[in-house]
């Protein structure tokens, strides 16, 4: 059996074990699910009990060779395999998945994301405390709920706060080598701990992160839409009347809204993937500078280490110049 097709159990090939909420049978010989007290998902849970999936496949492979440690790590005591999946299960052989058991995010370009990881190392930001990573598989990228530290707080308004925990988190995804899609776009402050008396925290002090949603989930939601709808109008705006004016202006705008940053914190030596760009985004940034100013921008210029926003405004106008 394909190695990585029995590695990847779990949200990305949860349709190899249930498929419709239906248990697959066979492959699953039998299945189980098992108490997750970190997540806050029990056996007893109302009105279906939760918790992990583990199952036994005829296709599962017996373990690694020589590896006990890392067997053990995929598989219990019973030979079961951990697949990672938090399940309801809704009656005999009809399971619903619920979540990841490290909180595994696709997001809508493809890309996943551990969010366990990558809360971690933000909370590395002397300007927080706590943080609450949210995403799903509808959208490119990440919100946040955001626990300043109490220094933070201490002598700046909420716009200056806001400004500067957002700079700390470009600061600390640098240093972690995080991908753009890793960085929150946008954040709310939240200034009341996340605590085991309000339930945001489990009874070993981790995250509780179905709590955390019930809690933040619909204001995120609001502030997804809140942020598609200001971009979906900028960039109508931009693609209007955006080939009446400067090259320059109009390109910082027009990364700005497609980037999700705010124009007048870039500037003309910035780089498209030092923005948080990649080779996706830049195909999209590529398409729309041609809707704008009838120009064929190559990905491979947008995304040239050489290449700053000043160099690609440069580049459009020579190649209006030429074309007239």
Known sequence: LDMHLVEGYGSTEAGAVFVDDVIRRPPVIDYKLVDVPELGYFGTDLPYPRGELLVKSEQLF???????????????????????????????????????RNNVLKLSQGEFVTVSTLEAAFTASPLIAQIYLYGNSSRPYLLAVVVPTEEAQSGRTEAELKAAIAESLQDVAQ????????????????????????????????????????????????????????????????RL????????????????????????????????????????????????????????????????????????????????????
């Open 62 to 100: 017996p373990g690694y060779y020589r590896r006990p440690e890392v067997t053990a790590e995929v598989f219990d005591a019973d030979g079961f395999y951990r697949t990672g999946d938090i399940v309801a299960e809704l009656g005999p052989d009809r399971v619903q998945y619920v979540d990841r």
């Open 241 to 324: 009347s955006g080939a009446d004016g400067p090259v320059l202006p109009t390109l910082i705008r027009a990364a700005a809204a497609l980037l999700g940053t705010a124009s007048g914190d870039l500037h003309a030596d910035a780089h498209f993937t030092d923005l948080g760009g990649d080779s996706l985004s830049a195909l999209t940034f590529a398409n729309l500078l041609n809707e704008i100013f009838d120009v064929q921008v190559p990905v491979g210029v947008i995304v040239s280490p050489a290449s700053d926003l000043q160099s690609l405004a440069k580049y459009i106008e020579a190649e209006r110049t030429s074309s007239t």
């Open 175 to 238: 240093t972690a080598g995080l991908q753009s899609y890793e960085i929150p776009r946008d954040f709310l402050i939240e200034t009341t701990p996340f605590s085991l008396q309000n339930g945001l925290l489990t009874g070993i002090r981790k995250l509780a992160w179905p709590r955390l949603k019930e809690r933040y989930g619909a204001a995120l939601e609001q502030r997804y839409t809140e942020l598609a709808q200001a971009q979906a109008e900028e960039l109508r705006a931009i």
